[in-house]
């Protein structure tokens, strides 16, 4: 158990709706990190958080934002679901805002994912 | 800019018999490189993780890892699969910016053990 934890487990949805995932990081962590895994592009990262602000994005579409709250829980929302958006997504954790790289080593806790089915 | 190229994207081997899994990263500069595992409807565990220290880098289930710069390559091995070692491996690099960090995955490669 990582310490990270994402609500809900399982999401069954219809193109065109609007879903949001929940994840709280692991006590003390302050870095949220929000990922795709899907079977054609793999494992994605969309986008971070540090206390509150963004502070990277990565292939993340216009359709979906997220944000990190006051306790540090942060919540993805995906809107005008498409098909192609059913995959696993994870959120991950860190203490600080870098993770690896000699100016520090966090490791990237991961929660145990919320699988999304668009119908 | 980093890339992180699996070069199994399948693995199979006996119990008891070594697993080799092979990782090349691109990188601009001295990269940090991880392997993460992820068994069947489960999160990612962290395995080893390289930092610019040892170059040979011991990791959890006795897994190990070995940086090695002239060939731009990060295998991971064990020296004697166990059942329990069947899952999906990620060869992971990582990003580092003063501000914000991020994780680049390979495409994975997954591991059966057979009895």
């Known amino acids: 158990d990582s310490g990270v934890t994402q609500t809900p487990k399982h999401l069954i949805t219809a193109t065109g709706q609007r879903v949001t995932l929940r994840c709280s990081p692991r006590?003390?962590?302050?870095?949220v990190y929000w990922y795709q895994q899907s079977l054609d592009q793999g494992l994605q990262f969309l986008i971070q958080?540090?206390?509150?602000?963004?502070?990277a994005k990565g292939n993340i579409l216009e359709r979906f934002s997220a944000q990190q709250f006051p306790d540090l829980h942060s919540e993805l929302n995906l809107s005008s679901l498409e098909l192609g958006d059913s995959a696993l997504y994870f959120c991950?954790?860190?203490?600080?805002?870098?993770?690896?790289?000699?100016?520090?080593?966090?490791?990237?806790?991961f929660g145990p994912g919320t699988r999304l089915t668009v119908l | 800019a980093q890339s992180v190229t699996q070069l199994d994207s399948h693995v199979s081997v006996s119990e008891g018999t070594p697993v080799l899994l092979r990782c090349n990263y691109s990188?601009?500069?001295?990269?940090?490189l991880f392997w993460y595992v992820q068994h069947p409807n489960k999160g990612l565990q962290l395995l080893l993780k390289?930092?610019?220290?040892?170059?040979l880098v011991k990791g959890i289930n006795g897994f190990e890892a070995e940086f090695k710069k002239s060939e731009t390559s990060f295998h991971l091995t064990k020296p004697s699969a166990h059942m329990s070692d069947a899952a999906e491996y990620f060869c992971?690099?990582?990003?580092?910016?003063?501000?914000?960090?991020?994780?680049?995955f390979g495409q994975g490669t997954i591991l059966t053990v057979h009895p």
């Open positions: 990188s601009s500069y001295s990269p940090s």
């Open positions: 991950a954790s860190t203490m600080g805002a870098t993770s690896g790289g000699k100016g520090g080593t966090d490791t990237q806790y």
């Open positions: 992971v690099v990582a990003y580092m910016s003063p501000s914000y960090g991020k994780l680049t």
């Open positions: 958080y540090y206390n509150g602000e963004e502070r």
């Open positions: 006590s003390g962590d302050l870095s």
């Open positions: 390289y930092t610019s220290a040892a170059t």
